[in-house]
């Protein structure tokens, strides 16, 4: 498949829709999706959510060659930054030609809660709801049984008792298993059917009783080790430098919200092209980006000199689903998970997660290297010739004299678009 995919970024998009023919990545009906450019109708999109006046497209682009777990995979992505497809792409090839993305999923549960108050003696409270947990967790599975006959439902409880400005919760966990879905519907049935039986067992009244999104116990490690040399000519200084920056994202805030933007900018993607909830998503890991009380880059990178290595290791909640929400129904996102050969949740949360490694490498290695405005200035200069009036025919050299300017803005890019025309 390496050799259909060469210079794919050269391409126009009937070559691009021929190499993605000759690669059988799509069955008929899809490939014809992406031919007519079939986008979400009206009728469905207004069944989908409330008050609908039209649909709203952004790009949908994909990045070839790109390797986790031993396994070759085009990302599909959906996104409208430039940069963003080009960065992911160059990374990938790098780590793809270093061995790839290794990735270890350590758990695939969903978390939600019940906050109880106007509890007496909390403690007595505690150690009722402990007694009854068998009780309450087949209380938790009777809500939902077609989960539990599929081999998930509810697995565990666990408790704490927090004090705000001197109102003391006790805050009942349900750790639910909901397999290839993410859940929160899942979740807020079984929750709401806890309700009565804590309230009973503690002598408190509930609260609030929902899902969580900050899902610690959907965690995802991706992990790849590029040799110096990979890196190019001076592959040693940039690998110490990446490291350096890596240490400044977990020391300076200002530094690490922009490190994880660079992050997001890859997975928000994906995320968005599997059809799932990337709002659920950026809450979570920016969630576990201060776990530890202060808010810190949510990658590392470090140089093992001793074997000429830099290692990367991206470790994120990821509760992507398979199944439910739009995943369905939006004729692209059908598209996209048949682009990634339609994975399980747990090999989605894989991708996604090594996809997001894969951006934040590109981000410092041009950041530490000749500076992230060269890559930026070079697609800004094409973001203006097509808004000055450009055209297929005249769109190249037009970018060429614009960014010969000394200045780059709008008004000098009409001029150049003027003077070609004449």
Not at 131 to 143: F, G, P, R, S, V
Not at 288 to 313: F, H, P, Q
Request: aromatic share 6%; glycine share 8%; charged share 20%.
């Amino acid at each position: 498949m390496g050799n259909i995919w060469s210079r794919f970024y050269k391409k126009n998009r009937a070559e691009r829709l021929e190499v993605i023919e000759q690669s059988n990545i799509l069955e008929e009906e899809y490939l014809n999706l992406v031919k007519d450019n079939t986008v979400l109708d009206y009728d469905t999109a207004n069944n989908m959510v409330e008050n609908v006046i039209g649909t709203f497209s952004l790009p949908f682009s994909v990045v070839p060659n790109f390797v986790v777990d031993n396994k070759s995979y085009v990302i599909p992505m959906v996104t409208e930054e430039p940069s963003v497809v080009a960065a992911c792409s160059n990374a990938g090839k790098i780590v793809a030609s270093s061995g790839g993305f290794t990735t270890t999923i350590h758990d695939r549960k969903m978390i939600g809660h019940v906050a109880l108050y106007n509890i007496s003696d909390t403690d007595s409270a505690e150690q009722t709801i402990l007694k009854n947990k068998d009780l309450l967790l087949k209380t938790a599975n009777e809500a939902y049984p077609s989960i539990v006959q599929r081999g998930g439902g509810a697995k565990d409880i666990d408790i704490r008792v927090l004090t705000e400005d001197g109102t003391t919760f006790v805050v009942v966990y349900l750790i639910v298993d909901t397999l290839e879905a993410m859940g929160a519907n899942m979740l807020n049935t079984m929750l709401e059917a806890l309700k009565v039986s804590l309230e009973s067992l503690t002598g408190g009244i509930a609260l609030m009783a929902i899902l969580s999104n900050y899902a610690t116990s959907s965690l995802v490690t991706s992990r790849c080790a590029i040799p110096f040399e990979k890196l190019g000519e001076n592959g040693k200084y940039l690998a110490e430098r990446i490291e350096l920056a890596s240490k400044f994202a977990q020391s300076d805030v200002y530094r690490a919200a922009t490190h994880n933007k660079g992050i997001f900018n890859g997975i928000d993607s994906i995320v968005i092209a599997s059809g799932n909830d990337w709002r659920a998503i950026e809450s979570s890991c920016q969630s576990y980006a201060v776990k530890d009380g202060k808010y810190k880059g949510l990658s590392t990178w470090r140089c093992d000199l001793e074997n000429n290595l830099l290692i990367g290791e991206l470790t994120v909640p990821m509760p992507v689903a398979s199944v439910g929400g739009s995943i369905g129904i939006n004729p692209s996102v059908k598209v996209a998970r048949q682009i990634l050969n339609n994975p399980d949740a747990k090999t989605l949360a894989g991708i996604i997660t090594s996809v997001g490694l894969a951006q934040n490498l590109a981000a410092l290695k041009a950041l530490v290297g000749d500076g992230i405005q060269k890559g930026h200035m070079k697609l800004h200069a094409k973001s203006l010739a097509i808004l000055a009036g450009a055209t297929n025919d005249n769109l190249d050299l037009v970018v060429d004299k614009l960014r010969e300017q000394k200045h780059m803005n709008l008004a000098i890019a009409k001029q150049i678009v003027s003077e070609l025309s004449n």
